[in-house]
């Protein structure tokens, strides 16, 4: 799971990439622009209830700002059980995960009647 720094860090890339100030992104966000410094130096705990709001101006997806993804735009958004499987994915120990991959690896082989 990423950390507030990390998140953070994210929110200030993909404000820069829009070409946003952090008074302007305070604003459409409907926060302080002090909260919005405090996010992206990872001094908050209050930014995951902004996550959606933030995401939104953005013009990212929440998943991005959580973990990195390079999926960046809306446009993007993986869907609903590609979304379920990637969460459980990363919730797995790393030798359930490489037995995950194996597993769809092999169901993902075209099979021949």
């Known amino acids: 799971m990423s950390t507030p720094a990390d998140i953070g860090t994210r929110i200030r890339a993909a404000r820069r990439d829009r070409g946003l100030t952090q008074d302007e992104l305070a ?5 302080s622009r ?5 996010w992206e130096t990872g001094r908050t705990g209050q930014v995951t ?3 959606s709001r933030i995401a939104a101006v953005l013009e990212v997806n929440v998943e991005y700002l959580m973990y990195g993804d390079d999926k960046r735009a809306m446009g ?3 869907q609903g059980d ?3 499987l990637l969460r459980l994915y990363r919730e797995c120990d790393p030798e359930d995960r490489q037995m995950l991959l194996r597993t769809a690896r092999r169901l993902a082989i075209p099979r021949h009647p």
């Open 27 to 31: 604003e459409q966000v409907g926060v």
């Open 34 to 38: 002090s909260a919005v410094a405090q």
């Open 49 to 51: 209830g902004n996550l």
């Open 82 to 84: 590609e979304l379920a």
């Open 76 to 78: 993007e958004v993986r």
